[in-house]
């Protein structure tokens, strides 16, 4: 099914759950007329994202990359060993410090393995972390290199992932717009530095540049986002509430807002849409390395919106 396909049938399964729930209430104050129409439109670019042929579906493998010379390929003696059609040696990843080098298997790299769309030759390799990271492909697979704490990984993601082709839909509250909320916005000056725990169990610190106060049910609550990477221009919240995990997914969920409007710096107001709360990646696959909300995240109130458990069955991190 190629993209504009999915896009299609994203956006009809999305209007056809619209029509079987209550009609959501008339937009909140500062919500625009075309507030449904938008959220809908999102959903249905979330989930045809998700289920790109490089989506987080798509993920197959993390496979840990130790020092010295690490042998990958389809074959069961190395020590990475890839799922799917590929050859049974690829080539070795040499890591030294946190510097990955890509050199030859015995015979050579075979033709399939490309790097950045030209034949695999020895090159050092670039992560994640980096301006440009380097793209490996091998048939239907594409590997990264990524580090996460002080642990250099090979991400694997496959195109023909089962949990890629098998996708149906995404799973949805019913939206209301009651839960779109204007919070305060304090600056921290300077910033605060947090650690961020993540679900494999790694540590990595995150600026903080402020504080959203709001309040839902007449009880006022607090959230304090993470600049997810240098020069973005959204808010990054890590969260949990109540629902979690009886109905949403265990480990909590994310939300992305726009700039408060005075910037960060200052005092002013941010909007907070929690209809737009969505699952981490590790929702949809055990290959994902997903941040844990912080504890000042835990809110005790629950928030009926935004994206249900995808597998209804699975608590996810519920404790951790």
């Not at 919500?31 to 998700?50: F, H, I």
């Not at 050859?87 to 950045?116: I, N, R, S, Y």
């Not at 959203?212 to 006022?220: C, L, M, N, W």
């Not at 240098?230 to 949403?248: A, N, Q, Y």
């Amino acid at each position: 099914m190629n993209t504009k396909t999915m896009l299609r049938a994203a956006m009809l399964a999305l209007a056809c759950a619209y029509s079987a729930v209550p009609a959501a209430p008339a937009p909140a104050s500062g919500a625009s007329g075309d507030w449904n129409k938008d959220l809908l439109a999102w959903r249905a670019e979330r989930a045809q994202k998700l289920s790109a042929p490089e989506g987080w579906m798509s993920l197959t493998g993390l496979e840990p990359i130790g020092p010295g010379a690490n042998p990958f390929g389809g074959a069961d003696d190395n020590p990475v060993h890839l799922k799917g059609q590929v050859p049974a040696h690829l080539g070795v990843l040499e890591l030294d410090g946190k510097t990955v080098k890509l050199l030859p298997p015995p015979g050579g790299f075979p033709a399939e393995l490309q790097v950045d769309g030209k034949p695999a030759q020895a090159q050092v390799l670039h992560a994640d972390d980096e301006p440009q990271p380097s793209r490996l492909t091998a048939g239907t697979l594409v590997f990264f290199i990524i580090h996460r704490g002080d642990r250099t990984i090979l991400r694997v993601k496959d195109s023909q992932a089962p949990t890629r082709t098998e996708f149906q839909h995404l799973n949805w509250y019913t939206p209301d717009p009651a839960y779109r909320v204007k919070a305060k916005w304090t600056p921290y000056v300077p910033q605060k530095t947090i650690s961020i725990a993540s679900i494999i169990g790694t540590e990595d610190k995150s600026p903080v540049p402020g504080v959203a106060e709001f309040s839902i049910g007449g009880k006022s609550y607090t959230l304090e986002p993470i600049i997810e990477e240098p020069g973005d221009t959204k808010l990054f919240f890590i969260l949990r509430d109540s629902t979690s995990p009886k109905t949403s997914y265990g480990a909590g969920r994310f939300l992305y807002a726009e700039f408060p409007d005075h910037g960060l710096d200052q005092p002013g107001e941010v909007w907070l849409d929690f209809n737009r709360l969505q699952n981490p990646p590790c929702a949809y696959t055990p290959y994902a390395t997903c941040p844990l909300p912080p504890r000042q995240n835990w809110l005790k109130v629950e928030l009926p919106v935004g994206e249900r458990k995808y597998h209804e069955g699975a608590e996810g991190l519920a404790e951790r």
